[in-house]
């Protein structure tokens, strides 16, 4: 059974190979509705660059990568108002941690954890001065979204390096281009780490910040799958 695409709001460019069946399309559409009740982002910072990924998009990587995500203890780096963070609990593992540095994204998530009567930890602190340590010991996966890169030059990198020190299984979504690729993979090669482009994809962004000039954008992102090769 192959994915259709004609009712969803991203488009697959190249894809490592995904087995699709009616339940991992019942599965779509029922994570993708519980992420479309999580609100976006009503009042994006530009320093920031907070903007949303489409829920059926969120839903999709989830399915692609089930057996990287499934019962394993996650931290959500830049986790905004948790639309990755709250389905992960929901329906893939017990533990997972939301890290970011506004508050009241964070606030935002843990209202819906409680009322969705979801455990969820949570940490409000800058990427530059995130203390992790042990965490080793206590996070087998990360996964994120950071921000492009496209007004704190190379921030997605400073994401990326940071969840480098402690997680051997890394799911980062990043801005497709070849400079970017080759840059996560070197940070691979210095980490001890290899590194997959799971899928290009791409999907329409609608005018949110400042410096956005059209109505809708489309961007094209690369979903990489970060693996430690010696634990």
Not at 1 to 9: G, K
Not at 118 to 124: F, G, H, R, T, Y
Not at 171 to 177: A, D, E, P, R, V
Not at 216 to 223: A, F, P, S
Request: net charge positive; with cysteine; hydrophobic share 40%.
């Amino acid at each position: 059974m192959d994915l259709n695409l004609s009712n969803t709001s991203f488009k697959i460019v190249s894809s490592h190979r995904l087995t699709w069946t009616a339940e991992k399309q019942l599965k779509l559409e029922q994570i993708s509705s519980f992420i479309s009740n999580i609100q976006e982002f009503q009042s994006p910072k530009v320093i920031l660059e907070q903007y949303s990924l489409p829920s059926d998009l969120i839903a999709f990587i989830f399915i692609f990568l089930w057996d990287d995500l499934q019962n394993k203890s996650i931290v959500d780096l830049g986790c905004g108002t948790g639309r990755l963070t709250l389905p992960l609990r929901k329906f893939l593992t017990k533990k997972v941690l939301g890290v970011d540095i506004d508050e009241f994204c964070i606030g935002t998530m843990l209202k819906v954890a409680d009322k969705e009567n979801l455990k969820v930890d949570s940490l409000v602190t800058s990427i530059e001065f995130l203390e992790a340590y042990n965490w080793s010991k206590q996070f087998q996966t990360c996964i994120m979204n950071p921000p492009f890169g496209t007004k704190r030059r190379k921030i997605d990198f400073v994401f990326l390096q940071k969840a480098m020190t402690f997680a051997n299984t890394i799911i980062s979504i990043h801005k497709s281009n070849l400079e970017t690729r080759k840059r996560i993979v070197q940070m691979g090669r210095n980490n001890n780490m290899d590194v997959i482009i799971m899928s290009t994809v791409e999907f329409s962004l609608p005018r949110s910040l400042k410096f956005h000039r059209k109505e809708r954008h489309i961007v094209r992102i690369d979903i990489f799958k970060i693996l430690r090769t010696s634990i």
